[in-house]
């Protein structure tokens, strides 16, 4: 059994910073790319950042320059820094991993945490 737990979510003024984290846990071989992405009322999930194992990263347009994703191998975490955020950030933010567990490779998810920027 996997599990991705995620913390660190809230409420901020624009312009303001938080930082999330996810930890993995469970019967884990290996873990391939972590990721968080990000729903808004109304709207789709959106990729917001990937890395690899390999220290790879992706991000979405809206989000370069102010966020950083990095992740520590060692403890199966995956964060995700949050700078100058804006109202338009806020959405439940999911965090993703591709991985290896009971010799079967999947995708699974967290439960979500709340982000929500004021103005």
């Known amino acids: 059994q996997v599990q991705l737990v995620e913390s660190g979510g809230g409420l901020v003024q624009a312009g303001g910073s938080l930082r999330l984290s996810c930890a993995a846990s469970?019967?884990?071989?290996?873990?391939?790319?972590m990721g968080w992405y990000r729903q808004a009322p109304g709207k789709q999930r959106e990729l917001v950042a990937r890395i690899t194992s390999g220290g790879n990263t992706n991000y979405a347009d809206s989000v370069k320059g102010r966020f950083t994703i990095s992740r520590d191998n060692a403890k199966n975490t995956v964060y995700l820094q949050m700078n100058s955020l804006k109202p338009e950030d806020t959405a439940v933010y999911y965090c993703?991993?591709?991985?290896?567990?009971?010799?079967?490779?999947?995708?699974?998810w967290g439960q979500g945490t709340q982000v929500t920027v004021s103005s």
């Open positions: 993703n991993a591709n991985l290896v567990s009971g010799y079967r490779r999947g995708v699974y």
């Open positions: 469970g019967s884990i071989f290996s873990i391939y790319a």
